[in-house]
Structures are given as structure tokens and as C-alpha cells.
């Protein structure tokens, strides 16, 4: 089965092979001297408490994507590793400003994703597999909840220039602690990025609740990340059914999280049953521990989300995509075969 993956962060997919390839290619001392005590550093532990525990886990990822050589090779890695679990299509999504800890400034470090998701896609695309299964990749640059202004700017105005069609930079997110740092403070970050016509999503309704939601649909989010919690306010589901909001749902990480605390009432099946066109997506499947196929897997077993109805999430995905109207047709046909 092919999937697509909209949700997916660069720093959240660092596995423990990618991870020792990483430090080996820039001369890095891991902090763990066995496979099994590396991965424990990677994952999220069993005792997460909320988001702000989960968001801990990025620190030792973060230390191997600080060089050009190390961004660009984990770009690779991660997408090849996608690739290998059945995604055809995903958009990749990181935060410039985290990546300039050592020499290199966020233009660099938008250069670099840029290398490493070029030289894969050129990789892929000449070799034998590449006729019968297509592969497409993009990138979505992340503003950051409790940054610097200037950063935030800063990172918009990188979205602005480095922006294409597909095959590169297609789109802005605002991520990071969304409970200490509301959505609605970041109002004119986004105004900024309507005026120079950037797309946006906007992670919403997941450590905070609908009304988070409702600010990023009023900045302009034409897709919101997690979503999760649109349920507490019923007029909020009307509003995302009639304007056909994607909602980008990543069932392990919102239970790791605690964003839904008793996953019974996990609402996907209802946000379908509304009309609203739900996408699935990992978050971050190293420290998960998950795989695309392993979140259909879930919510086919727990909610009795049967294949049809996967069908429709894949093509929801399609059309909720950062991409040409020429790429998601291919997509669709995918789907529809």
C-alpha cells in the first residue's frame, strides 16, 4: 500500500541508524554506547506527561543537524527511509532557527534541506524503481512558539525566496509549546506571510484547545496541524466542515502527548462523519516509534476505519497537498487504481 505522509518534522525521524550515520559523517560522540540505549535516547519515554515532556526528546537530534554536511545528509536519510515504508508523497517540515546553534545561519540551513532533498530526489527518480513508483518530497519551514520575532521574520522572509510549485520550499508552520505560547500572539507573523502569498499551516488545537484553532483559520491556515481538539466547540466543526479545512491528525503522537487522554474517544471517525477532510500523518516516528503504515494500521483496528475510508483520508491528503494540480493528479491516480 502506498501512503502519504503532510505531518512529518525533520528532527522527529532521526532513528538510531540515521542517527549513528549522522555522527559518524561529522566526527560526533553519541551519547550511548549500545544500539538499545541510543534508541531509549530517542524515543519519547512511557512516563510523557504532555507536549512540553514530548518536545524534550528533540535535544539530541537537534545536536547532529547543526552543519550543512549533517542537515543535508539527515534530509536524505529520512526521506529515503519514507520512501521504504510506502510513502510516495510527503512534505518534510523543520525549523530553520534550530539549526544555527554552531556556524550556520537559517539561510544556510534552508540551503542545505534544499541539497539533501534534491540530491534524493534526483537519486531516486534515475534509479530502477523510479518508472512504476513516483516519489515526491517538499519542505515546510517552521516558525517557532516562544522565538525571537526576528527569527520568526526572519524564517517568512527565507519561505518568500526560496518558494517554488513543488520540489523545494512550499509552505510555512508555526510550531513548538502551543500552551505556554498562544496562537494568537503570532497574528501579524502570519499577516506577513498572507501579503507575500506563502501558504500556511498552523499547529493548532493540540496542546491548546478550539479556540487556538479558530485563530489560525482566522489568520488564514489553509490546513491545521493535529486539530485534534475541534470537538469542543461544535460551531468550530461546522466552520471546518464548510470551509473544507485539511485537518493533518497524528493519532500516536496526540495519546504520547496526552492531547486526548482516553483514545476511545479519539475523533477521527467523527471528524470524517462531518465531512472534514482528514489527513493521517506519523508527527514524529522515530521518537514515536511509528511508521505511516502503522497509524492506518491503528485507526483501521481501533476505530473500524475500513479501507474505503482510508482511501478517502489518502485522498483528502491529495488534495490538501503543497503541491502542483500535475503532481496530485499522479497522486490521485495512485489512489484510484
Not at 493540540?206 to 479556540?211: M, V
Not at 493535529?226 to 503522537?253: F, N, Q, W
Not at 502527548?257 to 477521527?268: F, G, R
Request: proline residues 5%; negative net charge.
Amino acid at each position: 500500500m502506498n501512503y502519504i505522509d503532510l505531518h512529518l518534522h525533520l528532527d522527529g525521524a532521526i532513528t538510531v541508524d540515521i542517527a549513528k550515520k549522522l555522527a559518524k559523517l561529522q566526527d560526533i560522540s553519541l551519547p550511548a554506547s549500545t544500539d538499545e540505549k541510543l534508541e531509549k535516547l530517542l524515543t519519547v519515554p512511557a512516563d510523557c506527561t504532555d507536549l512540553n515532556d514530548f518536545l524534550k526528546c528533540f535535544e539530541l537530534p537537534l545536536t547532529l543537524l547543526q552543519t550543512p554536511e549533517g542537515l543535508s545528509e539527515a534530509v536524505f536519510l529520512v526521506l529515503e527511509e519514507q520512501q521504504k515504508n510506502g510513502v510516495i508523497y510527503c512534505e518534510l517540515r523543520y525549523a530553520p532557527q534550530l539549526h544555527t546553534k554552531k556556524d550556520m545561519t537559517q539561510e544556510d540551513a534552508v540551503k542545505a534541506a534544499l541539497d539533501g532533498l534534491n540530491r534524493y530526489l534526483t537519486a531516486y527518480n534515475t534509479s530502477e524503481p523510479a518508472a512504476s513508483t513516483p516519489f515526491y518530497a517538499n519542505l515546510i519551514l517552521c516558525c517557532m512558539r516562544g522565538a525571537n520575532d526576528a527569527k520568526n521574520r526572519e524564517t517568512v522572509k527565507l519561505a518568500e525566496k526560496y518558494i517554488v510549485p513543488t520540489g523545494g520550499v512550499v509552505a510555512i508552520d508555526l510550531a513548538g509549546a502551543e500552551a505556554l505560547f498562544p496562537t494568537a500572539d503570532y497574528r501579524d507573523i502570519f499577516a506577513e506571510a498572507k501579503n507575500k502569498n506563502i501558504p500556511f499551516t498552523i499547529h493548532a488545537g493540540e496542546a491548546d484547545g478550539a479556540d487556538s484553532i479558530k485563530k489560525a483559520l482566522e489568520f488564514g491556515a489553509s490546513r491545521i496541524g493535529h486539530g485534534v481538539r475541534a470537538y469542543e466547540d461544535p460551531e468550530l466543526i461546522e466552520l471546518l466542515t464548510k470551509k473544507h479545512i485539511p485537518l493533518e491528525m497524528c493519532p500516536t503522537s496526540n495519546r504520547q502527548t496526552h492531547a486526548v487522554e482516553d483514545m476511545s474517544n479519539y475523533p477521527i471517525k467523527k471528524y470524517l462523519d462531518a465531512k472534514i477532510p482528514v489527513t493521517l500523518n506519523t508527527d514524529d516516528p522515530a521518537i514515536e516509534g511509528t511508521t505511516i503504515k502503522n497509524e492506518f494500521e491503528y485507526v483501521k483496528n481501533q476505530y473500524n476505519i475500513a479501507d474505503e475510508l482510508q482511501k478517502t483520508i489518502l485522498l483528502n491528503s491529495v488534495d490538501a497537498a503543497f503541491t502542483t494540480d500535475e503532481i496530485k493528479q499522479n497522486l490521485r491516480k495512485m489512489f484510484l487504481s
